[in-house]
Protein backbone atom coordinates (compact mmCIF):
# COMPACT_ATOMS: atom_id res chain seq x y z
CA UNK A 1 0.00 0.00 0.00
CA UNK A 2 1.37 3.14 -1.19
CA UNK A 3 1.76 5.84 1.55
CA UNK A 4 3.16 9.78 1.41
CA UNK A 5 3.67 11.34 4.56
CA UNK A 6 4.22 15.18 4.79
CA UNK A 7 6.16 17.10 7.56
CA UNK A 8 8.22 19.84 7.93
CA UNK A 9 4.97 22.78 8.11
CA UNK A 10 4.62 25.19 11.46
CA UNK A 11 4.35 28.69 11.43
CA UNK A 12 6.99 30.90 10.70
CA UNK A 13 7.56 35.01 10.84
CA UNK A 14 7.28 36.09 7.10
CA UNK A 15 10.99 36.11 5.61
CA UNK A 16 11.84 32.70 7.46
CA UNK A 17 12.35 29.11 5.35
CA UNK A 18 10.68 25.77 5.84
CA UNK A 19 11.64 22.94 4.51
CA UNK A 20 8.64 20.11 3.41
CA UNK A 21 9.71 16.36 3.39
CA UNK A 22 7.33 14.18 2.00
CA UNK A 23 8.29 10.31 2.12
CA UNK A 24 7.11 7.81 0.29
CA UNK A 25 6.29 4.08 1.50
CA UNK A 26 5.05 1.25 -0.68
CA UNK A 27 6.06 0.60 -4.24
CA UNK A 28 4.70 2.82 -6.66
CA UNK A 29 5.83 1.79 -10.32
CA UNK A 30 5.92 4.02 -13.19
CA UNK A 31 6.04 7.42 -11.48
CA UNK A 32 5.85 9.82 -13.93
CA UNK A 33 5.58 13.08 -12.18
CA UNK A 34 5.81 14.10 -8.22
CA UNK A 35 4.77 17.75 -6.88
CA UNK A 36 3.68 20.01 -4.03
CA UNK A 37 0.01 21.28 -4.23
CA UNK A 38 -0.89 24.11 -1.70
CA UNK A 39 -4.41 25.45 -1.16
CA UNK A 40 -5.30 28.29 1.54
CA UNK A 41 -8.84 28.63 2.98
CA UNK A 42 -11.28 30.19 0.53
CA UNK A 43 -9.12 28.84 -2.61
CA UNK A 44 -8.59 26.21 -5.12
CA UNK A 45 -5.70 23.72 -4.70
CA UNK A 46 -3.18 24.90 -6.90
CA UNK A 47 0.18 23.52 -8.26
CA UNK A 48 3.42 25.02 -6.96
CA UNK A 49 6.32 23.14 -8.14
CA UNK A 50 6.67 19.95 -9.80
CA UNK A 51 9.24 17.24 -10.81
CA UNK A 52 8.99 15.17 -14.10
CA UNK A 53 12.07 12.79 -15.43
CA UNK A 54 15.13 15.86 -13.75
CA UNK A 55 12.85 18.64 -15.14
CA UNK A 56 11.31 21.14 -12.65
CA UNK A 57 8.10 23.42 -12.93
CA UNK A 58 7.45 26.15 -10.79
CA UNK A 59 4.42 28.32 -10.38
CA UNK A 60 5.12 31.90 -11.06
CA UNK A 61 4.32 33.09 -7.96
CA UNK A 62 6.81 30.77 -6.20
CA UNK A 63 9.56 30.79 -8.81
CA UNK A 64 12.92 32.08 -7.50
CA UNK A 65 11.33 31.33 -3.55
CA UNK A 66 10.69 27.32 -3.59
CA UNK A 67 12.89 24.48 -4.48
CA UNK A 68 11.43 21.47 -5.34
CA UNK A 69 14.07 18.22 -5.19
CA UNK A 70 14.29 14.58 -4.69
CA UNK A 71 16.12 11.80 -2.77
CA UNK A 72 15.39 8.77 -4.65
CA UNK A 73 17.09 6.66 -2.65
CA UNK A 74 14.86 8.00 0.46
CA UNK A 75 11.88 7.89 -1.41
CA UNK A 76 11.41 11.73 -0.06
CA UNK A 77 10.17 14.57 -2.17
CA UNK A 78 11.05 17.75 -0.73
CA UNK A 79 9.96 21.37 -0.94
CA UNK A 80 12.72 24.38 0.06
CA UNK A 81 10.54 27.43 0.58
CA UNK A 82 12.12 30.56 1.46
CA UNK A 83 11.48 34.16 2.17
CA UNK A 84 8.20 33.01 2.98
CA UNK A 85 4.98 35.74 2.83
CA UNK A 86 1.71 35.42 4.49
CA UNK A 87 0.12 34.29 1.44
CA UNK A 88 2.38 31.47 1.24
CA UNK A 89 0.12 30.42 4.13
CA UNK A 90 -1.90 27.08 3.23
CA UNK A 91 -2.02 23.51 3.82
CA UNK A 92 0.29 21.67 1.25
CA UNK A 93 0.62 18.45 -0.45
CA UNK A 94 2.40 16.28 -2.18
CA UNK A 95 1.62 14.16 -4.78
CA UNK A 96 2.72 11.40 -7.10
CA UNK A 97 1.21 10.87 -10.86
CA UNK A 98 2.13 7.89 -12.79
CA UNK A 99 2.26 7.46 -16.03
CA UNK A 100 -0.60 7.34 -18.17
CA UNK A 101 -2.72 9.04 -15.82
CA UNK A 102 -4.22 11.88 -16.15
CA UNK A 103 -3.90 13.42 -12.63
CA UNK A 104 -2.08 12.58 -9.39
CA UNK A 105 -2.77 9.21 -8.44
CA UNK A 106 -1.17 9.55 -4.80
CA UNK A 107 -1.73 12.00 -2.13
CA UNK A 108 -0.50 12.90 1.41
CA UNK A 109 -2.93 14.00 4.12
CA UNK A 110 -0.90 17.50 4.37
CA UNK A 111 1.36 19.77 6.12
CA UNK A 112 0.03 23.08 7.17
CA UNK A 113 2.43 26.04 6.44
CA UNK A 114 1.41 29.59 8.55
CA UNK A 115 3.38 32.41 7.56
CA UNK A 116 2.61 35.39 10.21
CA UNK A 117 3.43 39.08 9.43
Known amino acids: QVQLVESGGGLVQAGGSLRLSCAASGIIFNIDAMGWYRQAPGKERELVAA??????YYADSVKGQFTISVDIAKTTLYLEMNNLKPEDTAMYYC????????????WGQGTQVTVSS
Open 51 to 56: ITHGNT
Open 95 to 106: AVKTRGSGSADY
